[in-house]
Every structure is written in structure tokens, then in C-alpha cells.
């Protein structure tokens, strides 16, 4: 093969270059070899960066374990790997072994509505103004974030439903519990509370992410639009 013929990564159809394929395809359809290549980022006037990360990995038998154990030193013995890629390739190994070694942080878990009480009183509670907030869940009903959505006066607070299922769909939330605190005391629903979680229901049905839960919080209990039989 002559130099012209050769393909580098600029040169690749835009659905063979990794870049592009972990883009728009999402990073699991990616080989080992695609993903080093990502991180050296080019090869060499004979090969393309793939087919580089392909002849380090057979080197190791395709053994990540075995290529995370290649220092800097034996990394740029490679024919086009310089101490630049070589340490890229050993930063990311090592990351992923830190990743491997990090305890899974267990979530908490809503199955009533004190559970979605407790989890959020500490945020709500003694404030001297509204808040709305917005609890998003997996699918096995954890708590995968907590999000402030608006801060009002002592009367009430903004809520705008497009935020709230933007939010649920960038952390891919699989039902949501929204929460707001009134200052006064009162635990008895508005005629706007109420309208407002009609809304985010409704939304929560086409967006196929189910609203499961309202809470109005004061610093003596809590409200569940759920449990009253309102959603």
C-alpha cells in the first residue's frame, strides 16, 4: 500500500472515526482498539490510529488488565507512540482501575412517601421562603439527584414544567417526586399547588416519566398529594 492509499483519521468515512462514532452512536459500540485511538488521537504516516491501538493491543493479547500494567517507558517502544500518547493511554488505564476500586455509593430509596419526606426535609425545612424542588428516580425507585428548581418569596415560587422533565431526561430519570415547602405552616394544598401538579402529571404521562408523588413540607410534617389520593 503507497502512502496515498494509506487512510489516516481525517481521511476515514465520518461513520468509521471514532470521534464521531462515540458522538453520535454513544460510547459502548466502540472496540478497545477505537478507544485507544481516541486517546493518541492520530497514528502514523503508515497507519491509522486504530490499526496502531490494534497492534499494541496484540501485543497483549488483547489483555486490558495486561495493558494497564505498560509503564510510559514500554508504551513508546511502539513505533508511533511518543511520551505524550503513551501517557494518555496510562492516565486512562489508571483511572479506570480507580473507577473499578471506588465502592458503589449506595442511593436512597423511596418506596412512601415519609422516605421521600426524610430524604428531603433536611434541604426544606426553617426556610423562611419557598422552594421547589424536584427528586429524580431510576428505575428501582433510588434517588439519583436532588435538584432546586426555583426560590420564591414567602407567597410562592415560579415552577416551569419544562425544566423539570429537561432536567429528568438529562439524568435519565424514570419518574419523578416534586417537593415544595410553605413557610407559613400550612399544609393544606393551594389551588395553584394543585394545578401545578395536574400539569407536571400530565407532561409526565406523554414524556413517559410518571410524576409518583407531590410533597408540600413545613417544619411540622408533610402533605403527599400521593397518599391523599391526588395524583
Known amino acids: 500500500m503507497t502512502e496515498n492509499e494509506t487512510l489516516n483519521l481525517k481521511a476515514w468515512a465520518e461513520e468509521d472515526r471514532p470521534r464521531e462514532k462515540l458522538m453520535g452512536k454513544g460510547r459502548q459500540v466502540l472496540s478497545e482498539a477505537e478507544l485507544i485511538a481516541i486517546l493518541i488521537g492520530s497514528g502514523s504516516r503508515n497507519e491509522t490510529a486504530v490499526e496502531l491501538s490494534k497492534r499494541i493491543l496484540s501485543a497483549v493479547e488483547n489483555n486490558l ?3 494497564g500494567k505498560l509503564g510510559v517507558n514500554e508504551l513508546t517502544k511502539f513505533k508511533g507512540i511518543g511520551e505524550a500518547k503513551a501517557v494518555s493511554i496510562v492516565a486512562a488505564l489508571e483511572l479506570g482501575r480507580r473507577r473499578k476500586e471506588t465502592e458503589t455509593v449506595k442511593r436512597e430509596k423511596i418506596t412512601t412517601s415519609k422516605d421521600a419526606y426524610e430524604a428531603m426535609k433536611p434541604k426544606m425545612v426553617d426556610l423562611p421562603h419557598e422552594e421547589f424542588w424536584l427528586v429524580l428516580l ?7 439527584k436532588k435538584e432546586l428548581i426555583s426560590r420564591g418569596g414567602v407567597a410562592g415560587t415560579v415552577v416551569d414544567t419544562k425544566i423539570i422533565f429537561k ?17 407559613s405552616g400550612n399544609l393544606k394544598p393551594s389551588e395553584a399547588d394543585i394545578k401545578i401538579t395536574k400539569g407536571i402529571k400530565e407532561a409526565g404521562k406523554i414524556m413517559e416519566i410518571p410524576l409518583i408523588d407531590h410533597l408540600i413540607i413545613t417544619d411540622a410534617g408533610y402533605y403527599s398529594f400521593a397518599d391523599e389520593g391526588m395524583i
Open 138 to 144: 431510576n428505575r428501582a425507585n433510588g434517588i439519583i
Open 167 to 183: 432536567c429528568a431526561v438529562e439524568h435519565y430519570a424514570s419518574s419523578i417526586i416534586i417537593c415544595h415547602n410553605h413557610p
Open 65 to 67: 488488565n495486561e495493558l
